[in-house]
């Protein structure tokens, strides 16, 4: 119900935007695990080769505001990619998690609210392609992020959840927070309990680096032990 108003206060006020061929509203509102005060809403602007980014995100990003501010949520994060990259976004474009190794909650979990919708186009990556980046990113973004707590809080609640993912969970909140406690990991449990809490920063810089590049090496080895 929430994504259905949404979606119509956007339709209703932005109207017809040169240069954007698709905006597409995915992620835990469409879910439905969305959560105030925790949760981000997230769209996707999918742009016509050659424009100017800059441009349309003007354009929409206030009314994307504007229409979410009831929902209180944390961020309003628009993500854009130019739509001949969604032929291979994994090396033509950014590589988004939604359009990679989280692809599948993508296609399940969308509404278009302007313009034609993309799934088709998008290839369907193997694990196998995915991952070795996918792990190698988080520890870039781990030396990248080094003095900042914000960003390691959020970048260790992503490594706690893709260890959720790769071991059958879907991305819903109360399934990645069950998988975490089957799988025994105390540390993996209280950071994304912490997440959920308002995304509450109880942890030190030294304890979330230590826990992500551990959980990563652990990730490494048991995808390289697999057939």
Known sequence: MRAERLADCIREKLGRVPGLH??????????????????DVDFFAVLEDGTDPESVLRKIKPVLEGCSSSL????????????????D???????????TVYQRDFRENHVVLLGEDVVDIIPEYSLDELLPGRLEGILRNLEHF????KMLHILAGETARLMAFL???SLRKEDVLEKLEELG??????IYR????ERRMEFSEEFL???????????????????
């Open 167 to 169: 071991n059958g969970s």
């Open 22 to 39: 698709s905006l597409i509203l995915y992620g835990s509102l469409v879910r439905g695990d969305f959560v105030p005060g925790t949760s």
């Open 72 to 87: 209180n949520p944390v961020e309003i994060d628009v993500a854009w990619e130019w739509l001949s990259n969604l032929s």
């Open 209 to 227: 680096g230590e826990f992500i590049a551990s959980r990563v090496e652990k990730l490494k080895k048991k995808r390289n032990s697999l057939p």
């Open 146 to 149: 080094s003095g900042n707590r």
């Open 194 to 197: 912490s997440y959920l809490a």
């Open 185 to 190: 990991d105390k540390e993996a449990v209280k």
């Open 89 to 99: 976004p994994l090396n033509l474009g950014y590589p988004y998690k939604f359009l």
